[in-house]
C-alpha cells in the first residue's frame, strides 16, 4: 500500500517555504475569470477551487511544489488489518470562521454533502462506502475493496461546518448545470488562513487574514488581506501589473512575457502545469460519430502552428489527454500525428464527407491560456478539410454548464489531474455517464468493458496489474480517437519582484505560503 501510494504523491519535489517575517500586507490578486461558485462542493473547476483553498481546508492539501501535505488531518493510514479503510487523525483545536469547533462530525458531513446530487466532487469519492467517527477526531472511511488512491482524491474536498450548513439551508450543494443558487453560493464558513469579506461577482473579492488561522506558525502567513480581481481583458489583467494595480497575476498572455519580464519591479515565475488542452467531439451522433472524421479532424490540427504561433512557444503538444505529472503517462502516448491535411480530406472521402460539413466550436474566452485564439486557429484548420466551423466563444460561467449538459458536439475543454493518476481522467471523461461517473463526458462515448476497468483501478493494489489496467483503457481511448489533443498549459505568473511565491503546477496559489522581500 504505502509503494503504490508513494509513487502516485511524488512526481514533483516536495518543500514548505522557509523564511523569515519580513512584512505583513494587502495581496492584490488577478486572473482571467472568477470562482464560479462559494459553495465549496459545486464545481471541479480550478479557479474556483483556487479561490475556495483560501477559505475552506481539506483533510490533506498540495504544497507550492504540489507535495501531498497534512492539513486538518494530521495522520492517516490504512488499517492494517483491514484495508478497505483509512483511518484519519484531525488536527486539535481547529474552528471556523465563525467559532465553531471543527471535529468529526464534520468530515462525515462534508464527504456526504460531496457525494450527493448536484455536488460537481462526487467522482472522487465513487468507491467511498462509509463515512463514520471513531471519536469526536478520529475518522475513518471504508471504501468498497482497498482503494490507495484515496489521500489523493481528498486534496481539494473542502470541510464545511455541519452546524452552519443545517443553519443556512446548505446541507446539499447547489446544481450550478440547473442555474440553482442557495446561502453557501456566496457565504462562507472554513478554517482557511482568510474569511470572506465581501464579493461582487466578476468585479472584485476582498478576503481577511483568519486571526484564529491553526496554521499560524506553521506558514509564514504575512499576507493580512487579499483583493482578488477577476480581469477577463489580457491588455487591461497585463495593464493594471504594469500601472502597479495589481501585484500578481496568474496568467500572463503569452505575448505579454517579454514585456513583464523585462519591467522593473516585476517578474516572471513560470513552471509546466499539470494541465492538458483538448478538444472534444460527439461519439455518438452527426460526422462526428465516424472515427474516421474524427481522425481527420485530428491530424487536421497543426498543433506546432499553434505553438509558435498563438502560444509563442509556450507549450508542449501532445497526442493524449494526460499531462506528464500523471501516473500512466508514457513518451509513446504523448507523441502526436504529423499534420496531414491530405490523408485528413481521405479520411473525409472515406467517410462519405468529401464535401464536408456544418459544426459549431464552443470555446471558453476567459479560461485557459489563449483559449479563443486556439480555437479561431482550429476553426482555420478544419476549413482545409471542408469542416465549415462556426465559433462560439463564452466566458466560462456560461461555457461549463453548456458543455456538461451534453449540448455541444465539438467543444474545447482543459483538464487538471490533482490524484496525479489516470483514474481520474478516466472516471471524469471515459466513464460512461452515470449519476456518480462521467459527469464531464458529453461525448456519448460508452464501452462496459471499459467501465468495468475504470472501476477496478479504485481496488487494485498490485502495481504491475493495475498499470497494465491503465494501458488498456488508454489503448481503448485513443484507437476510438475519443478526444482531440492540442498541448500541456505553461504557466507564466507575473509578480512584483519583492514577492517570494513559487509557481504551483496545479496553478493554485496557497497564500499563506507567500513571503514578502
Known amino acids: 500500500m504505502k509503494s503504490l501510494t508513494t509513487r502516485l504523491v511524488v512526481g514533483v519535489a516536495a518543500g514548505f517555504f522557509v523564511s523569515t517575517l519580513a512584512s505583513a500586507e494587502t495581496i492584490r490578486w488577478a486572473r482571467a475569470g472568477d470562482s464560479l461558485t462559494m459553495d465549496p462542493h459545486a464545481q471541479n473547476e480550478g ?37 478497505n479503510v483509512w483511518r484519519f487523525q484531525l488536527r486539535q483545536g481547529v474552528t471556523y470562521h465563525d467559532g465553531a469547533a471543527f471535529d468529526s462530525e464534520d468530515v462525515i458531513f462534508s464527504i456526504n454533502r460531496a457525494m450527493a446530487d448536484g455536488s460537481d466532487m462526487k467522482e472522487l469519492l465513487s468507491s467511498v462506502k462509509e463515512v463514520r467517527a471513531v471519536d469526536s477526531h478520529t475518522v475513518d472511511i471504508e471504501t468498497h475493496g482497498a482503494n490507495p488512491l484515496l489521500v489523493n482524491n481528498l486534496t481539494n474536498m473542502f470541510m464545511m461546518d455541519k452546524g452552519w450548513a443545517e443553519a443556512n439551508d446548505v446541507m446539499t450543494p447547489h446544481d450550478v448545470a440547473k442555474g440553482e443558487t442557495n446561502f453557501a453560493t456566496m457565504h462562507t464558513n472554513g478554517t482557511g488562513a482568510f474569511k470572506l469579506v465581501s464579493r461582487s461577482i466578476d468585479e472584485k473579492t476582498v478576503l481577511t487574514a483568519n486571526p484564529d488561522y491553526w496554521g499560524k506558525g506553521l506558514y509564514p502567513s504575512q499576507v493580512t488581506e487579499i483583493v482578488y480581481t477577476p480581469i477577463q481583458s489580457s491588455a487591461t489583467r497585463v495593464a493594471a501589473l504594469l500601472s502597479g494595480e495589481v501585484d500578481i497575476i496568474q496568467d500572463v498572455p503569452v505575448q505579454d512575457l517579454g514585456r513583464v519580464g523585462s519591467t522593473a519591479g516585476l517578474k516572471v515565475g513560470t513552471a509546466a502545469q499539470n494541465r492538458v488542452i483538448f478538444f472534444g467531439v460527439d461519439n455518438a451522433d452527426g460526422p462526428t460519430a465516424d472515427l474516421r472524421v474524427r481522425q481527420a479532424m485530428n491530424i487536421a490540427i497543426n498543433r506546432e502552428a499553434i505553438k509558435k504561433v498563438v502560444m509563442r512557444e509556450q507549450s508542449d503538444p501532445t497526442g493524449v489527454i494526460m499531462p506528464p505529472f500523471v501516473n500512466g503517462w508514457t513518451t509513446a502516448l ?41 480555437c479561431q486557429a482550429a476553426v482555420g484548420m478544419m476549413g482545409q478539410i471542408g469542416i465549415n466551423v462556426t465559433l462560439d466563444a463564452k466566458p466560462k460561467a456560461q461555457h461549463f ?76 481511448i485513443q484507437t476510438q480517437q475519443l478526444y482531440l489533443p492540442i498541448h500541456n498549459q505553461v504557466l507564466n505568473w507575473g509578480m512584483k519582484d519583492s514577492i517570494n511565491f513559487a509557481v504551483q503546477p496545479e496553478d493554485q496559489p496557497h497564500f499563506q505560503f507567500l513571503t514578502f522581500n
Open 47 to 83: 479557479p474556483t477551487h483556487a479561490l475556495a483553498h483560501q477559505i475552506y481546508d481539506s483533510l490533506l492539501q498540495r504544497d507550492m511544489s504540489g507535495a501531498i501535505i497534512p492539513s486538518l488531518a494530521t495522520e492517516w493510514a490504512a488499517l492494517p488489518d483491514n484495508p
Open 334 to 374: 504523448n507523441e502526436y500525428p504529423a499534420h496531414d491535411l491530405d490523408a485528413a480530406k481521405a479520411l473525409m472521402a472515406d467517410a462519405g464527407y468529401a464535401d464536408g460539413f456544418d459544426i459549431t466550436l464552443n470555446c471558453p474566452n476567459d479560461r485557459y491560456i489563449n483559449d479563443e485564439a486556439i
Open 401 to 476: 454548464p453548456f458543455i456538461k449538459g451534453g449540448d455541444s458536439d465539438f467543444y474545447m475543454l482543459g483538464w487538471g489531474v490533482p490524484t496525479f493518476d489516470s483514474h481520474y481522467i478516466f472516471n471524469f471523461l471515459a466513464h460512461t455517464r452515470t449519476g456518480d461517473r462521467g459527469s464531464w463526458n458529453p461525448t456519448g462515448y460508452s464501452d462496459p468493458a471499459v467501465d468495468n476497468m475504470i472501476v477496478s483501478l479504485e481496488s487494485e493494489t498490485d502495481l504491475a496489474t493495475r498499470d497494465a489496467t491503465i494501458g488498456k483503457i488508454w489503448d481503448a
